[in-house]
């Protein structure tokens, strides 16, 4: 047959509780998730804070000293 394939509908191998089009999430689900955002977002500033700091502090203070001409 030239030309035809089969399409496979069924989910078969997803894990159970994957996330369905239009499914609710239950209040201790959210919570969960709006937690982990939270700790997601408090690592990302402080890796942002840690490269400053560290560029800042490998430029030296000759960066801020300058001398005059």
Known sequence: ???SFVVNDTQGDQ???AHEPGRRLTPEEA???RSRNVAIALGICFLIAL????TIVKL???IVVRPSI
Do not use: A, I, Q
């Open 1 to 3: 047959m030239e030309g």
């Open 15 to 17: 894990p159970k509780g």
């Open 31 to 33: 919570k969960s998730r």
């Open 51 to 54: 490269f400053y700091v560290v």
């Open 60 to 62: 030296g203070v000759g």
